[in-house]
């Protein structure tokens, strides 16, 4: 697998029931909140402007990868992680030091068909895309530009 550096394609999940490739779609960008895993967090860190994401849809029957946005907005704070209220707040984290930080997406596309994980897995090894290895649960994965290319002609 190419290494992180090099990679502009990533893979960005949500529960449809909670924010899916249409509400995208209408709103035509978003800030990404909510991730609270220390490598999620890691490569959204790594994210560049005009880096393009998979939108993945998980929890759904199939899950899959429904569609395509860019990133338009990095070192974006997570303002989620301040909200007593919010499932997302860390009490460890204040304004002058926060501990999240999350990019903005634009919409790009919504694919005519879902790209099921069972397709996934038959075309990908665990080596060439993360999400096909198991027990993998991250949110946010980097895609090296030939497995992009490669899922790409599925839609």
């Given at each position: 697998?190419?290494?992180?550096?090099?990679?502009?394609?990533?893979?960005?999940?949500?529960?449809?029931?909670?924010?899916?490739?249409?509400?995208?779609?209408?709103?035509?960008?978003?800030?990404?909140?909510?991730?609270?895993?220390?490598?999620?967090?890691?490569?959204?860190?790594?994210?560049?402007?005009?880096?393009?994401?998979?939108?993945?849809?998980s929890n759904s029957t199939p899950p899959g990868i429904v569609?395509?946005?860019?990133?338009?907005?990095?070192?974006?704070?997570?303002?989620?992680?301040?909200?007593?209220?919010?499932?997302?707040?860390?009490?460890?984290?204040?304004?002058?030091?926060?501990?999240?930080?999350?990019?903005?997406?634009?919409?790009?596309?919504?694919?005519?068909?879902?790209?099921?994980?069972?397709?996934?897995?038959?075309?990908?090894?665990?080596?060439?895309?993360?999400?096909?290895?198991?027990?993998?649960?991250?949110?946010?994965?980097?895609?090296?530009?030939?497995?992009?290319?490669?899922?790409?002609?599925?839609?």
């Amino acid at each position: 697998m190419n290494s992180v550096k090099s990679a502009n394609y990533w893979l960005m999940k949500s529960e449809p029931d909670v924010y899916s490739i249409l509400d995208l779609q209408r709103e035509h960008d978003t800030i990404w909140d909510g991730v609270r895993n220390y490598q999620a967090r890691n490569f959204l860190r790594q994210m560049k402007l005009g880096d393009l994401a998979f939108f993945y849809h998980s929890n759904s029957t199939p899950p899959g990868i429904v569609g395509l946005m860019k990133i338009v907005k990095t070192d974006v704070v997570d303002l989620t992680q301040f909200e007593p209220t919010s499932k997302y707040y860390d009490p460890k984290s204040t304004s002058d030091s926060p501990r999240w930080h999350t990019v903005t997406v634009q919409f790009v596309e919504a694919f005519p068909e879902i790209i099921s994980l069972a397709t996934l897995k038959e075309q990908f090894t665990a080596d060439d895309l993360l999400l096909v290895r198991p027990g993998n649960r991250l949110s946010v994965m980097p895609i090296c530009v030939d497995v992009a290319n490669r899922i790409l002609v599925y839609r």
